[in-house]
């Protein structure tokens, strides 16, 4: 199993980014997608999470202005980062893996196996 992120950057307050995760050696469809970011200091947190019927779910810090979405025959994530603030900023990464689904807050990094590499989002005020 294979995740590669792209699309990170830096941007201004108020800016957009989005971000891509490309998955390969796997039935993309068999496993629960999940973005997470971890800031310097900080413990890794859940953002928005994705199931095979389309079903999202997300941090409330992030609810109207990020969207998960995927398209199954590219095998990609997508998250869509709108009205970006400067406490976004942190290390993205996706997983794939398998959780209770609700809220993001059961959403843990143990339940998810597979990751990303990372990549980094600065928002400066």
């Known amino acids: 199993v294979q995740l590669v992120e792209s699309g990170g950057g830096s941007v201004q307050s108020g800016g957009s980014l989005r971000l891509s995760c490309t998955a390969s050696?796997?039935?993309?469809?068999?496993?629960?997608m999940g973005w997470f970011r971890q800031a310097p200091g900080k413990e890794r947190e859940g953002v928005a999470s994705?199931?095979?019927?389309?079903?999202?779910t997300y941090a409330d810090s992030v609810k109207g202005r990020f969207t998960i979405s995927q398209d199954n025959a590219k095998n990609t994530l997508y998250l869509q980062m709108n009205s970006l603030k400067s406490e976004d900023t942190a290390m993205y990464y996706c997983?794939?893996?398998?959780?209770?689904?609700?809220?993001?807050?059961?959403?843990?990094?143990?339940?998810?196996?597979?990751w990303g590499q990372g990549t980094q989002v600065t928002v400066s005020s």
């Open positions: 997983a794939a893996g398998s959780w209770r689904w609700g809220s993001i807050k059961n959403m843990r990094p143990s339940d998810f196996p597979y």
């Open positions: 050696g796997y039935t993309y469809r068999r496993y629960h």
């Open positions: 994705i199931i095979s019927d389309g079903s999202t």
